[in-house]
């Protein structure tokens, strides 16, 4: 059976989602990376960058990186239209937001949980807490700005891109400042929360608890 190093409200969650709607059994293995040396020695024995989501496939192969994680998954089920096809007009678009969202958006999320990772001295790290935050506004402004949605980002059909994005659009700075930040977005993320299918899952991984909007 496949194998995930996960944690609530984490990278790992658009991944469990995506096996939810696959309907794919999976073990979990959970790991709070951030809070807990223990958890980062656990997801070591996989990953040696000590950091969830981590999958280990049925053969045994390990997997790393969420934007990695998702396109594989959608690309080995076509038949549940999770993702755009090779060949499909979409896919370059596809291919490029899954890209950006890892990297120019999500790959912050290791100085922000930390920013004794960089900073000097412990009175600088509100200061770039500020700046990373103002940096992924800016970042989900632009992709905002140059994608041609329908209902969802790619097209009138959920993709991964979407459970993707509506997971990483709830860490810092928040929806709140998110939906102000990719107004076209946020009519599509509240879709993705609202998805009826995912109702339960939501509520066990990422719940919507009071003040979750920030
Ligand atoms: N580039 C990685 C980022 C993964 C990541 O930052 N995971 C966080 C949890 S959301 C983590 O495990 N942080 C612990 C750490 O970096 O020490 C991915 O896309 O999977």
Known sequence: MLKIFCAVGSGSVPIEATLTLLGIPYEMIEAVTWEDEAARKLVEMVNPLRQVPAV????????????????????????????????????????????????????????????????ASKDQAPDVLDRLENRRAECWRMMDEQITPGRYILGDELSVLDLYVAVISRFAPGRTRFYKSAPRMAEIVRRVDADLRLKTFWSKRFPFNDGWER
Do not use: C, F, K, N
């Open 56 to 119: 280990v496939l049925s053969s045994g192969e390990v997997l790393t990186e969420s934007a990695a994680i998702l396109i594989h998954l959608a690309d080995l089920h076509p038949q549940a239209r999770l993702a755009p096809a090779l060949g499909d007009p979409r896919r370059a678009q596809y291919l490029r937001w899954m890209v950006y969202v890892s990297a120019a958006i999500y790959a912050l999320v290791w100085i922000i949980d930390e920013p004794a990772r960089i900073v």
